[in-house]
């Protein structure tokens, strides 16, 4: 199924920003990060599309960190490393920052 432009547009930020694919201590707070953007549909279909291309042990990682981002928070240097590894991707930061 073909993503809607918007994600797949997403999609594309995150393999400019991960190359080689997204490693698994960043799942949880690029999904925080996302999910303060999208929906909760939206975030399921990146991390479905992701988890597509993925060899199987990190589809499941990528489907658990979903279900954790509900139970815990991400810390504050895990948050500032994934945003940077996305604005070096492109990423369109300016949303994504923290309101004063």
Not at 13 to 28: S, T
Not at 39 to 49: F, G, L, R, S
Not at 75 to 80: F, G, I, K, P
């Amino acid at each position: 199924m073909a993503l809607p432009h918007p994600l797949s547009a997403i999609i594309s930020w995150l393999r400019a920003g991960y190359p080689e694919g997204v490693p698994d201590v960043d799942y949880i707070p690029l999904f925080a990060l996302l999910g303060s953007q999208l929906t909760d549909k939206e975030v399921n279909e990146i991390a479905e599309e992701l988890a597509t291309e993925s060899e199987p042990s990190s589809a499941q990682a990528i489907r658990d960190a979903i279900k954790d981002v509900t139970h815990q928070q991400p810390n504050d240097s895990d948050v500032a490393r994934v945003r940077a590894r996305l604005a070096a991707g492109g990423w369109p930061l300016a949303k994504l920052e923290p309101s004063d």
